[in-house]
């Protein structure tokens, strides 16, 4: 997985269209069917099956599945992102919308179409979301290097049920401990309790330099954020860590390090303690 935010986004949106759908089915809206007929082998009578047209039955019910309450969030998460149209062509769509919303929007259908395809019935089913996933991310990160970037956040907690909490284009809140190879220093600080960790991950050319100048200001207008939503010591650590591949793909393939690079001097951001 290289996007955490999205793949955390676009999961919550496909189990709760699962739940939608499904009720849906329950309430007695039917899949409709249609016969395909199989391979012709000659001195042989052709085979039939039948096989539910899923995709229709999905894009019946566009109304209900952009009102759920994730949809709003996945939609602009993947609005953000400049490569979808090439999502969308790799799945056979001729027309791409200009506008990011409206590509976002077709990119979602598609992508619910893909989870459930040629099924009847709509449990969510992980494996088959994760296939879908690891589709849709290779395409959109092809070509592109993957820099995260992460530093403390102190005086704030997460509720106990949330280990991520995506913030949108790409900045997230997430416990340190739950950060696969985060670096102790950034988890535990002087050895007290796990820091909140503000994360932030950016595709960018790799031919460019890591998006650092991006994150000194996303960490500083969260931080502004927060204090002008309710008072309170709210700060961020001294340092950042950072982890750059030259593209998501090499790097696991070349099977490089994975975890973040040793400690480097972080921009001093607003409000940073010493």
Known sequence: MRDRALHSILRSFTEEAAWQLTAETQRG???????VSGERRRGRAPLY?????????????????TALPTYVAAARALAVIERLSAYLIKRGKQRIPSEPRARADLALRVFLRTVFAERSRF?????????????????????????????????VALDEATDELPLGDGLSLIRGERLD?????????????????????????PSRQPPLAL????????????????????????????????????????????????????PRLPGCVK
């Open 49 to 65: 099956c039948y096989r539910p047209l899923t995709g229709e039955f999905i894009d019946e019910r566009l109304a209900l599945l």
């Open 29 to 35: 809206a039917e899949v409709q069917f249609e016969l």
């Open 181 to 205: 190879q985060a670096p102790v220093e950034a988890v535990y600080g002087d050895g007290g309790s796990p820091s909140v960790l503000a994360m932030l991950v950016v595709a960018h050319d």
């Open 215 to 266: 994150a000194r200001t996303r960490f500083r207008r969260l931080l502004t954020a927060l204090r002008l939503f309710e008072h309170g010591g709210y700060a961020l650590g001294s340092l950042a860590w950072t982890r750059v591949g030259i593209t998501p793909h090499t790097l696991a393939v070349a099977r490089l390090p994975i975890g973040f690079r040793n400690t480097m001097t972080a």
């Open 123 to 155: 449990e969510f089913d992980a494996a088959r979301f994760e296939a879908a996933y690891a589709e849709l991310e290779e395409t959109l990160y092809e070509g592109q290097s993957l820099t995260t970037v992460v530093v403390p956040l102190l005086g």
